[in-house]
């Protein structure tokens, strides 16, 4: 009999976080490694933008477009059965105009993302997050360090660094929890900050490089392998070296190739002894 698998969900989040039970975040952008990731039991899969350096090859986010996230929106979301999946909306898919920032959202819900997630807490922000939750669309937050805001931020830079500075997130934080938003990742913030600010909301935070107090973490899939071929920042703790593995293997692949030793017997397709001898006969 098929198991019955009761999928992650935004009330789930509330829950755990009620329940002082830490919520697992990774970020997946294609069909098997979202299986996987699933099956180990990780809380909420992230489709994020981030796969335009992991994947794409771009030094930041700001490229990556809607038609992106789409198609690796719908490779993950194939894979998995429990985990929730929540995809970002890319810079300049929601800064525009309601209207098409309830379009861009709809296509990445269509393509099996079930929240989306999206950067700052200006005005017109709060809105858009007031907007697409009343039109049934679930929406993540995310302050502190928001890499979309690259080139006005100037770098890749610690926030809340103050008293004055923490507060002011604080207050993002809660416009973002008044307008609707089930959970916040908090970025690159200090960990008493992140503290604070967690402790002062009623839906879960998501750390990334924002300490141990947070009601969850999250951390980008190819930093955790080892596979990323860029920096790594010091928030995360890398479990595998997938890079060497990739490099080792496809060295003796190459090797294996080169000096016949590859394919053999056991990787070949064999003709029945029948076949094999007409072809042996041929122009005899
Ligand atoms: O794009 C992404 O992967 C993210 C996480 C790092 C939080 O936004």
């Known amino acids: 009999m098929n198991e019955i698998i009761k999928p992650v969900t935004a009330e789930s989040f509330q829950k755990m976080k009620r329940n002082n039970e830490k919520i697992t975040m990774l970020t997946a952008y294609d069909c ?163 503290k604070f600010i967690s402790e002062n909301l009623s839906v879960p935070t998501i750390g990334i490089g924002a300490g141990a107090y947070c009601d969850g973490q999250v951390l980008v899939i190819d930093d955790i392998l080892g596979k990323y071929a860029g920096n790594i920042p010091k928030f995360v703790k890398q479990y595998a070296n997938l890079k060497d593995i990739i490099k080792e293997s496809v060295s003796n692949y190459n090797n294996d190739v080169k000096s016949g030793n590859f394919p053999s017997e056991q990787h070949s397709f064999k003709l029945t002894e029948e076949e094999r001898n007409k072809l042996d006969s041929y122009g005899i």
């Open 32 to 194: 098997s490694t979202a299986k996987y990731i699933d099956e180990c039991g990780i809380d909420s899969i992230l489709v994020g933008d981030s796969l335009g350096m992991t994947i794409l090859g771009y030094d930041t986010t700001i490229n990556v477009t809607v038609e992106d996230m789409v198609t690796f929106t719908k490779a993950v979301s194939r894979g998995v059965k429990r985990a929730l999946v929540i995809a970002d909306m890319p810079f300049l898919s929601y800064q525009t105009s309601l209207e098409e920032t309830v379009i861009n959202a709809g296509k990445l819900i269509r393509a099996g993302a079930k929240a989306i997630k999206l950067e700052g807490a200006s005005d017109f922000i709060l809105k858009e997050i007031n907007h697409l939750t009343k039109a049934g669309i679930s929406v993540v937050g995310h302050l502190g360090f928001t890499p979309q805001y690259i080139n006005t931020i100037g770098g890749y830079f610690i926030q809340g660094k103050s008293y004055e500075k923490t507060m002011a997130l604080l207050d993002a934080a809660k416009k973002l929890e008044e307008n609707g938003v089930f959970s916040i990742v908090l970025e690159m913030v200090p960990e008493e900050s992140a």
